[in-house]
C-alpha cells in the first residue's frame, strides 16, 4: 500500500523563509546605501602654522540651489604654477596636508579643498563623485581668476580622483595625478560590501545601484569614471597599491589603459587601500614632484 505524503506545509515553510532572506537582504541593502551616502560633515581644525594658509569659501549654484566649498589657498611662488588637492571619500581637506608641505616647499601655490556633503562644505548626500564635481569646476573656475597667469595641475585621491575625472574640466589642467581611483560604480561598491560583509557582501550591490535614482537622483551609468577617461585631455600620473583591492591591480591596469597620452603609471609596492604618500613618502614626493615639474614649468 502506497503511503502518500503531503509536502505541502514544507514547501510553504521554505517559501516563506526565501522571502524573508530576500526582505532582509533588501533591508540591509537599503541601510548600506544610506550609510555609505550619508554625508562626512566635520569641523576642520586651523590650518597648521607651517603653511600660510587663507581661509575661503566659494559659492557654488546647482540646479538653483547655492552650495558652500570650504577650502584653504596657500600661494607659493609665481610662475611655479597652482596645485589643487582632492580628498578621499569620507574625509576631508586635512587628509592631504602632507601633500600640500612639500609641494608648498617645493614653491607651488596650493588649493585644498572640501568636496562636497565632506568636512565644512555643504551637501546633503555623498554622490561618489557626481555632485563633487560642481565643486572641482567651482574650485578651478575660482583659481583661473585668481591666477591667470599660471598653469594648473590636481591631484585627487579615491574619490577626489573619481570627482575630478567626472567634472570634464574645460579647459583642462596642465597635469593630473589620479590615486587609487574607481573605475565604475559598481566595482568600487562591490569591493566595499566585500570588505564589509565578506564574500556574499557582492549580493547587495544590484540593491545599492537600484537605490542611487531614487535616493541621489543619478544612475550607475553617470558614476563611470573610465568612460570619462579618454575625454580628459591632460598628461596623467595614475597611481595604486600593489595590494589594492578597490581597485585592484587589474582594474588599475585598465584606467590606465583608456587615459589619453602622455600617461605615466605607477604601481606602489606593499600598499593597498591607504594613504600613498604617507606609505612611501620618499618615492612619492620624487614621482610627482619629477610629473608636474615636467608639466607646470615647461614654456608650451
Known amino acids: 500500500m502506497m503511503m502518500y505524503i503531503d509536502h505541502t506545509p514544507a514547501l510553504i515553510a521554505l517559501t516563506i523563509l526565501a522571502a524573508l532572506c530576500v526582505i532582509t537582504m533588501i533591508a540591509i541593502g537599503i541601510k548600506v546605501g544610506g550609510e555609505l551616502s550619508r554625508p562626512a560633515h566635520r569641523a576642520v581644525e586651523s590650518a597648521p602654522h607651517d603653511l600660510p594658509a587663507e581661509p575661503v569659501v566659494l559659492q557654488n549654484t546647482v540646479n538653483g540651489m547655492v552650495e558652500l566649498v570650504s577650502g584653504w589657498l596657500i ?25 600640500a608641505r612639500f609641494l608648498f616647499q617645493a614653491g607651488y601655490s596650493i588649493m585644498l579643498i572640501d568636496l562636497p556633503a565632506h568636512g565644512e562644505s555643504s551637501g546633503e548626500r555623498i554622490t561618489f563623485g557626481y555632485r563633487e564635481a ?55 561598491i562591490t569591493r566595499r560590501l566585500q570588505k564589509r560583509l565578506g564574500p556574499l557582501g557582492s549580493l547587495l550591490t544590484p540593491i545599492f545601484l537600484w537605490q542611487l535614482p531614487i535616493r541621489l537622483g543619478i544612475t550607475a551609468d553617470q558614476l563611470r569614471p573610465i568612460a570619462n577617461l579618454p575625454a580628459l585631455h591632460s598628461p596623467v600620473l595614475i ?12 582594474e588599475t591596469q585598465c584606467l590606465f589603459e583608456s587615459a589619453n597620452q602622455p600617461k605615466e603609471l605607477w604601481i606602489v609596492a606593499g600598499a593597498a587601500h591607504i594613504d600613498l604618500h604617507a606609505h612611501n613618502p620618499k618615492e612619492y614626493e620624487a614621482r610627482v614632484l619629477a610629473f608636474l615639474g615636467k608639466y607646470l614649468q615647461s614654456r608650451n
Do not use: C, W
Open 75 to 99: 600661494r607659493g611662488t609665481p610662475g611655479m604654477g597652482v596645485v589643487l588637492l582632492l580628498h578621499g571619500l569620507r574625509n576631508d581637506r586635512s587628509q592631504v596636508l602632507g601633500r
Open 239 to 250: 597611481i595604486s597599491g600593489a595590494e589594492d583591492r578597490h581597485p585592484t591591480v587589474a
Open 134 to 188: 560642481e565643486g572641482v569646476k567651482a574650485t578651478m573656475h575660482y583659481l583661473a581668476e585668481t591666477f591667470p597667469s599660471e598653469k594648473y595641475a590636481v591631484i585627487g585621491v579615491s574619490l577626489g580622483a573619481a570627482s575630478l575625472v567626472l567634472s570634464r574640466l574645460s579647459p583642462a589642467p596642465s597635469a593630473v595625478v589620479l590615486e587609487s581611483m574607481y573605475p565604475t560604480i559598481e566595482d568600487a
